[in-house]
């Protein structure tokens, strides 16, 4: 599968921003799908998970409650929607695939396939 991911930029403190991954060349209800970040000179981190159906999600602590993770399989698409953004949010932001997953997991090396990522900076 292919991974498309979009919709980054530049944001001020406090503000939102929807990130999208769209998927091709496989059944993308078939895959679990997670996103994840990286800031310069840091690993890779574990943002937010989705279940094949979508109806189980998982979140760093440091997402939760300001962001959302959803799909919409019927247009192989999965989206992070971020509120109340931080300095610490900015990163590029890669979506991830797994077809064998049993559930959400995040660690990176769990997940099989990768986008490109997508520039997210949070402007002070």
């Known amino acids: 599968v292919q991974l498309q991911a979009s919709g980054g930029g530049l944001v001020q403190v406090g503000g939102s921003l929807s990130v999208s991954c769209e998927a091709s060349g496989g059944t993308f209800r078939n895959y679990v799908m997670g996103w994840f970040r990286q800031a310069p000179e840091k690993e890779r981190e574990f943002v937010a998970g989705?279940?094949?159906?979508?109806?189980?999600?998982d979140y760093a602590d440091s997402a939760k409650g300001r962001f959302t993770i959803y799909r919409d399989n019927a247009k192989n698409t999965v989206y992070l929607q971020m509120h109340g953004l931080r300095p610490e949010d900015t990163a590029v932001y890669y979506c991830?695939?797994?077809?064998?997953?049993?559930?959400?997991?995040?660690?990176?090396?769990?997940?099989?396939?990768w986008g490109q990522g997508t520039q997210v900076t949070v402007s002070s």
């Open positions: 991830a695939a797994d077809r064998f997953l049993r559930n959400t997991r995040s660690s990176a090396s769990e997940y099989e396939y």
């Open positions: 989705i279940s094949r159906g979508g109806g189980s999600t």
